[in-house]
């Protein structure tokens, strides 16, 4: 290989003078290069080529540097001996001239120029310390990272519209290096959110639209602001909502995209899409099961288009946990779809997603940066089977059980789509309408005893009241899905599962670990529940820990499970069966006259009235039916009939009495 300093020699140094040749065609000189052998084409490149080079523009120049490097590698010459060469013939690139401060003449370079054009923009970083640059775009506002392709482009695009030339990509780079110091060390710094935020009692909400509108939602109502204060941050799979229309009731058009038949989960739903638009709080996971051919993935796809549309709509779930974050990190509503389970990391991880939770890894192999992915997320799930199973995350979902669709009731794809999309904007504009009526209700609305998704419990209240639902049934039907996701939960836990199979016929066992797990594993043999499970433990000190995990789920079923001290045979354990637990006591608003709130959308006459209501599991079976725990009146969570369930009248055509909870 030939060094900088031998090719300089042998290409007679970067002082020799050079003739003009007027500028002849580089590409056709390298094609005539190529012909060669290669001892000659390094006399060929020094005589014809190199001289040329100054005639092109930077990003000309690079290709033909490149291509010269490729045909010179054989006789010896390496790329960035070619490169250093043609930098030392060719005048300096990015060399410009201005006025000086007294008049006279002055270089000013290309960067310079670059970030002159850069600070026009306005600069400033994120809690993480990442540069950001609010510019101007065809009459509005776009955010970007100093660091992304988008400002990069709009920096050229901008010089170019100055200079009428393309700037070199080292000034490019060394204008961004600046920009980004800039950014962080003078810029203020701001909260960045995606789709959702809060500011000064207002949520907005990110139309995602090419104008970079946002729609203020306040208990006086929504409208679309074309500059919003807010700074929302868009990723690649971001797309546009559709502009929102006002029209009464249009919350209800859902139900006719969305296969659920109990009356109960239809309500759930439509609290559950407005409760979405609200920033900053934890958002249970939908999970939709059911059989093949129950349009469980079109569930997905419309949640998707009604919150958070996205150029992706359905995503599969990684097997990799920094891309679940940056997953999570980018989609505001990530929709994960046909999941035959979760392993225990992935459960983990969307429960972070749920309350707020982040991870840390390093930005490069090479270096020890860090970058710090958060979310506080709404994920979606679905699958043949409830994809939940792990008590954490089932305590944070809402089961929906979708049925198969019968052939006669079947559409095709583009018909059913072209009637989603007529009712799409009737269906966001009635959401902004139903969350603008509950900030009116919520500072009335006073809940004690919740379960674990408070803040969605609470703001659930407003929203059912908002819509004419009522508070109150709206909490029975939360309460009976956290009953079925509690089934879920033991059933899909071995431990749990053979503790209820032993207390059924038992009100109280005591013991010690080793003896309970003896106990556990005859019950299990009996009842078929799989032992060989990573779950089911293998030693007395390890069915303690699992106990631990499951003993909410326990307690819920109807069994305490206590711990009283150790012996030298090991900890004692105490198992006992209740019969009476309050569920929730609830301290409201009076419900808005009878639903009469819906009339004009409006919530003026809302009264401090406050009513008490404490639901109880019974002392006695219905029906003279012995107590054992075993038929739904002696459930905790009131479990409804099969002709309840399926009661499939409209919601606005029920009155709050019929509803059989």
């Not at 080529?49 to 490097?69: G, H, S």
């Not at 994120?126 to 990272?145: K, L, M, S």
Request: charged share 25%; with cysteine.
């Amino acid at each position: 290989m030939l060094s900088v300093q031998e090719l300089e020699a042998l290409l007679g140094g970067p002082e020799e003078k050079r003739q003009d040749a007027g500028g002849q065609d580089v590409q056709a000189l390298l094609a005539e290069m190529g012909g060669l052998k290669p001892a000659e084409r390094v006399t060929f490149f020094r005589e014809k080529i190199l001289p040329e080079m100054k005639f092109l523009d930077p990003l000309d120049r690079d290709v033909a540097a490149n291509e010269a490097a490729r045909q010179l590698r054989p006789a010896g010459v390496t790329r960035q001996a070619v490169r250093k060469m043609i930098r030392l013939a060719v005048p300096e690139p990015d060399a410009e001239i201005g006025e000086g401060e007294n008049g006279g003449e002055e270089k000013t370079t290309q960067a310079d120029t670059l970030v002159s054009i850069g600070r026009r923009a306005s600069l400033f970083h994120d809690d993480q310390q990442e540069p950001f640059a609010r510019f101007e775009v065809e009459g509005h506002a776009e955010i970007w990272p100093v660091k992304s392709k988008f400002f990069r482009r709009w920096l050229k695009y901008q010089y170019f519209q100055e200079r009428g030339k393309s700037p070199n990509s080292e000034a490019v780079s060394q204008a961004l290096g600046v920009l980004e110091g800039l950014a962080c060390f003078e810029g203020p710094e701001h909260r960045l959110s995606l789709r959702v935020a809060e500011k000064d009692g207002a949520f907005w909400y990110d139309l995602g639209d090419t104008k970079w509108r946002a729609v203020e939602v306040t208990p006086g109502g929504w409208q679309v602001v074309d500059r919003p204060p807010v700074l929302f941050r868009r990723y690649r799979n971001t797309a546009a909502q559709v502009e929102p229309r006002r029209e009464e009731g249009g919350i209800w058009r859902v139900l006719d995209f969305v296969n659920l038949s109990g009356t109960a989960e239809k309500y759930l739903l439509a609290v559950y899409l407005v409760t979405c638009l609200v920033p900053g709080i934890p958002h249970p996971v939908p999970v939709f099961h059911g059989e093949k051919g129950a349009a469980k993935s079109t569930a997905l796809r419309v949640l998707r288009r009604l919150v958070d549309p996205a150029a992706q709509e359905l995503l599969t779930m990684p097997h990799d946990r920094n891309e679940l974050a940056l997953t999570l990190s980018t989609n505001y509503l990530p929709a994960f779809d046909n999941l035959d389970g979760l392993q225990p990391w992935q459960s983990d991880m969307l429960c972070c997603a749920v309350t707020g939770g982040g991870i840390s890894k390093r930005e490069l192999y090479t270096d020890s940066d860090e970058v710090i992915l958060s979310f506080l997320r709404c994920p979606a799930l679905n699958g043949i089977n409830c994809a939940a199973t792990r008590p954490d995350l089932l305590d944070r979902s809402i089961i929906f059980e979708l049925e198969r669709i019968s052939p006669e009731s079947r559409k095709e794809e583009a018909e059913f789509w072209a009637a989603f999309e007529e009712a799409r904007p009737t269906i966001v504009g009635a959401m902004f309408d139903t969350l603008s009526g509950a900030m009116r209700i919520y500072p009335e609305v006073k809940l004690t005893g919740l379960p674990r998704m408070a803040d969605f419990c609470r703001w659930g209240y407003a929203v059912a009241e908002a819509l004419g639902i009522g508070g109150e049934i709206f909490l029975r039907a939360y309460l009976e899905n956290i009953g079925k996701a509690n089934e879920e939960a033991i059933t899909g836990n071995p431990v749990a599962a053979a503790v209820v199979a032993l207390m059924q016929g038992l009100p109280y066992w005591e013991g010690t670990a080793g003896a309970l797990l003896e106990a556990l594993e005859k019950v299990a043999e009996t009842e078929k529940i799989n032992t060989r499970a990573k779950s089911w433990p293998k030693a007395a000190n390890s069915l303690s820990r699992r106990l631990v995990q499951v003993k909410s789920n326990l307690a819920d079923a109807g069994i305490q499970c206590e711990y009283i001290g150790h012996t030298r045979s090991g900890a004692k354990i105490v198992l006992q069966k209740v019969s009476e637990k309050t569920v929730t006591t609830v301290t409201s608003s009076r419900t808005q006259e009878r639903r009469g709130f819906r009339r004009d959308g409006m919530c003026d006459d809302i009264e401090a009235a406050k009513n008490i209501v404490t639901v109880l599991s019974p002392e006695k079976p219905r029906n003279g039916a012995a107590c054992d725990d075993s038929d739904d009146s002696d459930d905790i969570f009131p479990i409804l009939s099969a002709d309840e369930k399926n009661k499939n009248a409209h919601p606005l055509e029920v009155d709050a009495d019929d509803i059989p909870f």
